[in-house]
């Protein structure tokens, strides 16, 4: 994302919230090395510093702000320093009640015309449901595909929900 607003010539400032403690998968080893990229040293994983190493390295950090922190404390933290992002990308956890929990705090943070992004839309259930659900109580249309899914609070057409399967076929 950094690259592409650099491209694109953005005057962008991409706060990137994380506790870099890592996931359940993490920890469970359910993807192959996932559990070995915690880098646990004495049994702490060290995330954060293979995340700053690689901002370093890409040359990003003029435009990275890490934020060291819980989603929740963090989107407290923002409303309380004022800042509405135009654009929020989500990539937490996949149970549907922590991430409904985020999409909720990160849509109350957004400008007027804001647009919320999510990761793992159709390839975690639980994050699927809550965008779902949440799309449904703010009355806004959802547009998803495999892995990602937006709702904007500008207008953006009729009102309707729109779910896209596996194969990318809307139904």
């Known amino acids: 994302m950094a690259a592409l607003t650099k491209a694109l010539g953005l ?25 070995e990229s915690l880098l646990l040293r004495h049994g702490y994983p060290h995330l954060y510093f293979t995340f700053l190493s690689n901002v370093i390295r890409h040359d990003h950090v003029d ?10 404390n963090a989107a407290y933290i923002l ?11 989500i990539d937490a956890a996949h149970e ?6 985020d999409i909720k705090a990160y849509w109350e943070l957004l400008s007027p015309d804001g647009v919320l992004i999510g990761d793992d839309y159709l390839s975690w259930e639980g ?40 194969s990318g076929q809307a139904s």
Do not use: M, N
């Not at 435009?63 to 929740?72: D, K, M, N, Q, R």
């Open 127 to 166: 994050v699927t449901r809550a965008a779902q659900r949440f799309a449904v109580e703010v009355q806004r249309p959802i547009v998803g595909t495999w892995g990602k899914f937006a709702i904007s609070r500008g207008e953006v057409g009729e009102p309707s929900i729109t779910f896209a399967t596996r």
């Open 96 to 101: 549907e009640e922590p991430a409904y929990r």
């Open 63 to 72: 435009c990275i702000v890490p934020l060291p922190s819980t989603s929740e």
């Open 11 to 35: 005057d962008t400032v991409i706060i990137c919230v994380d506790t870099w403690l890592g996931s359940p998968e993490h920890y469970l080893g359910r993807g192959e090395g996932w559990r």
């Open 79 to 89: 409303k309380e320093k004022g800042i509405k992002p135009d654009l929020v990308y």
